[in-house]
């Protein structure tokens, strides 16, 4: 068994929390400042932040000139201005002096003034003055006031009004009022909000879109569905691209989760790397197993440690898997305990393993119980099997029903070996059918020989295919008998005519002995035989002969007979004679009674007569009975 820490669930651990929003300039997220008399809808962050330089400076000072001189405009960008940064005392008159002039984006930006002093009322009272005179960010500000004080239907009204102006930050909290009520229209103010560059909303409205695809999640996104779903999930990307590019982590680490999935790896880890960087732990724990694919174990390692250290479970698993495979058990441990203290159930189970690989039972048990406690279905399935082979079958079938309804093909498949060594038959195949339809290929072989077994030959030959090709051999080759028995035996081909190709019961013989199934073995050497090639039928003989095949022996020795190597042929012969095969003890007869070891030749005659088949025990018996009389004469 392998540690556990799936990354086909990497990404799908509940929904993701949201990111900050972006804009926000105090301690209320999302309010923002008037830039100008304009009424611009934000302030310019590349402008605000150069306001001590160059021509900047020169701007600010002829702002101040007119502002003592009565402009109102410039009163207005002069408070704004000192506002940004961080100089409210400076601020403050001038705002105020333009505000009382009926400049709105004054009235707004003295409402971020003092929210910032903790005045939220008075700050209200301004920004209703600034949104009534139609400021998308007053607006918004006082839509995000009326929400943190549970109004939400002020709240919803305000943030209408400054959305419908075109106002970002505005559709992205209306969006997300009405996400939060589910109600409609959500999707529709984070679109908004996402073509103006929100990244918080791109990277949410890519996740509704998701969801909204078939089997949503980073699986649906590389999906074909013909439904609109991939149309959906092609959009969802586009807009984590979006929301990536402009700096968003957990777009980056989703973004890199589809290319995953779609195979490109070398652009999927750059994204991965970025968010990583970020500070991602998921990110940086995908990166991981990304370069622990590729072969470099080394680079895995350092960003499974930085993902592990920052609590991602996933990580310390599998640094602890890491571990262990090293034989260093005592750091295996301590980060399968780390990945618990995460809250990482999988930590428990791979503890369990670590503990049965050391054969120290007591501590798996507990470990697995702890886990299977906690809802985890394959160690519910391990500690059921370690029960078994402690004996206790009883207290290893609850277990094994918890896991297997809990969804564990292997659960599954265990109880139908349960119930199959109880006699019950019947249950044991509803089981082994529940494993084989979820993909378990000895289900499926289980499943075809109690169909064989019912005479339900087409059900069964789907089942066999089934398992066949998921690569068991003795399904292979049962399915090449079933499809043997249906056809004629094959003739010699007719003079002049090339051999006739391989039928698809020979070919899923030699399927099966390619994966070393004796029998096949020995059949395929015999069809091989009969096309008269027989050094072809020499080298499957042998290898299973050599595998512990009597008849493969028996076999190997007939055809080396034919080509006068009786030396060796009697070598094989009584290999299989001694393996309990009755035809190789007479040929064994035949050959020591040719030779004149009249003794020897009757020690193999009995051995055939105890061996049978009955016609071989009968002819044993007639050459026994003559070698005596010679004896005698």
Known sequence: MEFMGDRATLLETGRFVHGHTEGAVTAMSGVTMDATAMDATAMDAATMDGVDGGDTVETEARHRSAAESGDTASMSVLGATLLRRGDLDGAEPYLRAATAEGDRAAANNLGVLLHQRGYADEAAGWWRIAAVAGSAAAAHALGRHHRERG???????????????????????????????????????????????????????????????????????????TTGGTDLADTAEQWYRQAAARGHRRAALHLGAILEKRGELKEAGRWYLTSAKDGEARAACALGFLLRDAGDEESAAVWWLRAAQDGDGNAANALGALHAARGEHQTAERWYRAAMDAGDVNGAYNLGLLYAAQDRTAQADQWYRRAAYAGHREAANALAVLLLQNGDPNGAEPWFSKAAEAGSVDAAFNLGILYAGRDDDRAALVWYERAAAAGHTEAALQVGIALLRDGDEQAAERHLRCAAGGGSAEAAYRLATVLDARQPPPGPPPLGEPQAPKTECEEWYERAAEQGHRRAQVRVGMLAAARGDIADAGRWYREAAEAGSRNGAFNLGLLLAREGNEREASL??????????????????????????????????????????????????????ALHQELTA
């Not at 998701?210 to 074909?224: C, L």
């Not at 040719?594 to 049978?612: D, F, I």
């Open 572 to 625: 094989w012969w009584t290999r299989a004679a001694r393996a309990g095969h009755g035809r190789a003890a007479l040929r064994l007869a035949l050959l020591a009674a040719r030779r004149g070891e009249l003794t020897e030749g009757r020690r193999w005659c009995a051995r055939a007569v105890e061996l049978g088949p009955a016609e071989v025990a009968e002819r044993a018996a007639r050459l026994s009975e």
């Open 151 to 225: 109004d939400e239907p002020a709240a919803e009204y305000w943030l209408r009004q400054s959305a419908e102006q075109g106002h970002a930050l505005g559709a992205y909290a209306l969006a997300d009022l009405l996400e939060h009520r589910s109600d409609v229209g959500a999707e529709r103010w984070l679109r908004a909000a996402a073509e103006q560059g929100h990244r918080e909303a791109a990277y949410r409205l890519a996740r509704a879109l998701e969801r909204q695809a078939p089997e949503a999640g980073p699986d649906a996104v590389a999906g074909t569905d």
